[in-house]
Protein backbone atom coordinates (compact mmCIF):
# COMPACT_ATOMS: atom_id res chain seq x y z
CA UNK A 1 0.00 0.00 0.00
CA UNK A 2 1.31 3.23 -0.52
CA UNK A 3 1.10 6.24 1.83
CA UNK A 4 2.63 9.53 2.22
CA UNK A 5 3.78 10.84 5.68
CA UNK A 6 4.34 13.97 6.33
CA UNK A 7 6.49 15.55 9.10
CA UNK A 8 8.01 18.34 9.96
CA UNK A 9 4.81 21.06 11.39
CA UNK A 10 4.60 22.37 14.42
CA UNK A 11 3.86 26.29 16.32
CA UNK A 12 6.89 29.04 15.16
CA UNK A 13 7.09 32.46 15.87
CA UNK A 14 6.77 35.02 13.53
CA UNK A 15 9.94 35.38 11.28
CA UNK A 16 11.08 32.07 12.15
CA UNK A 17 11.76 28.59 9.39
CA UNK A 18 10.02 25.22 9.37
CA UNK A 19 10.75 21.99 6.81
CA UNK A 20 8.13 19.78 5.71
CA UNK A 21 8.96 16.65 4.68
CA UNK A 22 6.70 13.85 2.89
CA UNK A 23 7.74 10.46 2.34
CA UNK A 24 6.27 8.59 -0.49
CA UNK A 25 6.49 4.87 0.73
CA UNK A 26 5.70 1.35 -0.32
CA UNK A 27 5.00 0.38 -4.22
CA UNK A 28 5.59 4.19 -5.62
CA UNK A 29 6.34 4.32 -9.20
CA UNK A 30 7.26 7.15 -11.98
CA UNK A 31 6.57 10.19 -9.38
CA UNK A 32 5.60 13.02 -12.22
CA UNK A 33 4.65 15.63 -10.09
CA UNK A 34 4.66 16.74 -6.51
CA UNK A 35 3.10 19.18 -4.57
CA UNK A 36 2.20 21.03 -1.05
CA UNK A 37 -1.52 22.29 -0.64
CA UNK A 38 -2.68 24.29 2.54
CA UNK A 39 -5.97 24.87 3.67
CA UNK A 40 -6.67 27.68 6.78
CA UNK A 41 -9.73 27.59 8.33
CA UNK A 42 -12.76 28.61 6.66
CA UNK A 43 -10.56 29.01 3.38
CA UNK A 44 -9.94 26.77 0.47
CA UNK A 45 -7.74 24.39 -0.39
CA UNK A 46 -4.88 25.86 -1.92
CA UNK A 47 -1.55 25.12 -4.22
CA UNK A 48 1.57 26.59 -1.90
CA UNK A 49 4.35 25.35 -4.54
CA UNK A 50 5.03 22.11 -6.86
CA UNK A 51 7.97 20.76 -8.61
CA UNK A 52 7.59 18.96 -11.37
CA UNK A 53 10.07 15.41 -12.35
CA UNK A 54 12.18 17.55 -14.42
CA UNK A 55 12.76 20.37 -11.35
CA UNK A 56 10.86 23.18 -12.27
CA UNK A 57 9.00 24.63 -9.64
CA UNK A 58 5.86 26.63 -9.20
CA UNK A 59 4.69 28.89 -6.38
CA UNK A 60 1.75 31.07 -5.28
CA UNK A 61 2.68 34.50 -4.94
CA UNK A 62 2.00 34.99 -1.24
CA UNK A 63 5.32 32.57 -0.46
CA UNK A 64 7.54 33.56 -3.27
CA UNK A 65 10.80 34.41 -2.01
CA UNK A 66 10.28 32.78 1.44
CA UNK A 67 9.84 29.43 0.48
CA UNK A 68 11.56 26.92 -1.53
CA UNK A 69 10.16 23.34 -2.78
CA UNK A 70 12.52 20.60 -3.70
CA UNK A 71 11.91 16.65 -4.20
CA UNK A 72 14.92 13.75 -3.63
CA UNK A 73 13.46 11.27 -6.45
CA UNK A 74 16.13 8.38 -4.88
CA UNK A 75 14.12 9.01 -1.62
CA UNK A 76 10.49 9.53 -2.90
CA UNK A 77 10.84 13.12 -0.84
CA UNK A 78 9.34 15.92 -0.83
CA UNK A 79 10.55 18.94 0.94
CA UNK A 80 9.05 22.14 1.57
CA UNK A 81 11.73 24.74 3.45
CA UNK A 82 9.59 28.03 4.68
CA UNK A 83 11.34 30.66 5.97
CA UNK A 84 9.86 34.37 7.02
CA UNK A 85 6.99 32.80 8.61
CA UNK A 86 4.18 34.96 9.10
CA UNK A 87 0.76 34.21 10.75
CA UNK A 88 -1.52 34.21 7.45
CA UNK A 89 0.56 30.88 6.98
CA UNK A 90 -1.32 29.52 9.73
CA UNK A 91 -2.77 26.14 8.17
CA UNK A 92 -2.86 22.57 7.34
CA UNK A 93 -0.23 21.72 4.54
CA UNK A 94 -0.96 18.53 2.26
CA UNK A 95 1.49 16.74 0.08
CA UNK A 96 -0.17 15.57 -3.03
CA UNK A 97 1.79 13.31 -5.34
CA UNK A 98 1.08 12.47 -9.32
CA UNK A 99 2.43 9.13 -10.06
CA UNK A 100 1.86 7.85 -13.68
CA UNK A 101 1.31 4.66 -12.31
CA UNK A 102 0.01 4.82 -8.86
CA UNK A 103 -2.54 7.93 -9.23
CA UNK A 104 -2.78 10.98 -7.43
CA UNK A 105 -2.23 10.56 -3.48
CA UNK A 106 -2.95 12.75 -0.87
CA UNK A 107 -1.14 12.52 2.63
CA UNK A 108 -3.05 13.15 6.05
CA UNK A 109 -1.98 16.83 6.55
CA UNK A 110 0.43 18.28 9.30
CA UNK A 111 -0.40 21.44 10.94
CA UNK A 112 1.50 24.64 10.69
CA UNK A 113 0.77 27.55 13.08
CA UNK A 114 3.15 31.08 13.23
CA UNK A 115 1.90 32.86 16.21
CA UNK A 116 3.85 34.89 19.19
Known amino acids: QVQLVESGGGLVQPGGSLRLSCVAS????????MAWFRQAPGKERELVAGIASSGSTTYVDAVKGRFTVSRDNAKNTLYLQMNSLKPEDTAVYYC??????????WGQGTQVTVSS
Open 26 to 33: GSILSLKY
Open 96 to 105: YVASAVNGVL
